[in-house]
Nanobody, 117 residues
C-alpha cells in the first residue's frame, strides 16, 4: 500500500531548470526522511539530496548550490528544484522514503531527466 510517485521529468537545455515532485501515500509522511537519488546505466545509484522530518537538508557535492530539496507535509509531497542543469545531470531520478538512517527505503518508479542541446 506504500506508493511514491514522481513527476516533472523531461528534456531541458543546459542551463535550464526543472522541478521534480514526489507524492507519497500509505506512510506517515511527516515522520519520514525523504531522499532524491539518480542513476544512469552501469553506474551506481547516487544520493543527490536528503530532507529530514525537521526540514534539515543535505546535498551531494555535485549538485550543491544548484539543487534544492523541500517538502510540503500537508500535500505529502517532496520536491527537487533543479537549476543550472548540466548534461552530466542526465539520469533517472528516484525519490525514496525511510523512517530512520538505517531503515530500508521505499522507492518510487523514477522519472527521466535529460539535459541536452
Amino acid at each position: 500500500q506504500v506508493q511514491l510517485v514522481e513527476s516533472g521529468g523531461g528534456l531541458v537545455q543546459p542551463g535550464g531548470s526543472l522541478r521534480l515532485s514526489c507524492t507519497a501515500s500509505g506512510i506517515a509522511f511527516n515522520m519520514y526522511i525523504m531522499d532524491w537519488y539518480r542513476q544512469v546505466p552501469e553506474k551506481q545509484r547516487e544520493l543527490v539530496a536528503t530532507i529530514t522530518s525537521g526540514d534539515g537538508t543535505k546535498y551531494a557535492d555535485s549538485v550543491k548550490g544548484r539543487f534544492s530539496i523541500s517538502r510540503d507535509n500537508a500535500k505529502n509531497t517532496v520536491y527537487l528544484q533543479m537549476n543550472s542543469l548540466k548534461p552530466e545531470d542526465t539520469a533517472v531520478y528516484y525519490c525514496a522514503a525511510r523512517i530512520s538512517q538505517y531503515a530500508q527505503n521505499f522507492w518510487g518508479q523514477g522519472t527521466q531527466v535529460t539535459v541536452s542541446s
